[in-house]
């Protein structure tokens, strides 16, 4: 168990519609990082967030967008979803602010677009 | 930007056989973090090299970085089906966030 929650663990919806996905991180780490992996692309870098603040932006579309809120938990809110949204998006936890920390998975929340 | 490229992308073997994975990075690598993710799951930790020449090993998995070479490899011996799986290199000490391509591994009794 690497102490990061992610809920839901699997979501299947339609083609248009907005999903929210929910990420709790280890008890104080401070950073948050989303990632999404699909068959064809590997696991792909979206954002990161310290401490309430955008740190990194990777290959995250417009249609997503991410927040970090005072109690440090992660949202990543999917809207005008397409097939190709289809994917295990991750989430992981850091203590620091910088990308040479160990990071901690969560355990994914597999999105299913029809 | 900095890529990492691993080889094979994927590798099938038998039990009892020993594979070798690599992990080549386009630039300078620092060091390097590897992961496991079994299919459809999170990322497992593996180890983290820091320093050139560096080796470390864990249960039946060793990983060695040659910083001369920009390259990584990880080295398993005496496969079993519970090492199947999705293998990551992760760069260290990059501007971003940097994942190789991945290394699928099955291994069949």
């Known amino acids: 168990d690497s102490g990061v929650t992610q809920t839901p663990k699997h979501l299947i919806t339609a083609t248009g519609q907005r999903v929210t996905l929910r990420c709790s991180p280890r008890?104080?780490?401070?950073?948050v990082y989303w990632y999404q992996q699909s068959l064809d692309q590997g696991l792909q870098f979206l954002i990161q967030?310290?401490?309430?603040?955008?740190?990194a932006k990777g290959n995250i579309l417009e249609r997503f967008s991410a927040q970090q809120f005072p109690d440090l938990h992660s949202e990543l809110n999917l809207s005008s979803l397409e097939l190709g949204d289809s994917a295990l998006y991750f989430c992981a936890s850091s203590a620091a602010g910088g990308d040479t920390g160990e990071l901690f998975f969560g355990e994914g929340s597999r999105l299913t677009v029809l | 930007s900095q890529e990492l490229e691993q080889s094979p992308q994927s590798l099938i073997v038998q039990e009892g056989k020993n594979l070798t994975i690599n992990c080549t990075s386009s630039?300078?690598?620092?060091?390097l973090y590897w992961y496991k993710q079994k299919y459809g799951e999170g990322l497992i930790f593996l180890m983290m090299l820091q320093k050139g020449g560096e080796e470390k090993s864990h249960e039946k998995i060793t990983a060695k970085l040659d910083e001369k070479k920009q390259q990584s490899s990880l080295h398993i011996t005496a496969s079993q089906p519970s090492h199947a799986g999705i293998y990551l290199c992760?760069?260290?000490?990059?501007?971003?966030?940097?994942f190789g391509t991945g290394t699928r591994l099955q291994v069949f009794p």
């Open positions: 630039k300078t690598l620092y060091g």
């Open positions: 992760r760069s260290y000490n990059t501007d971003k966030l940097i």
């Open positions: 008890s104080g780490d401070l950073s």
């Open positions: 967030y310290y401490n309430g603040e955008e740190r």
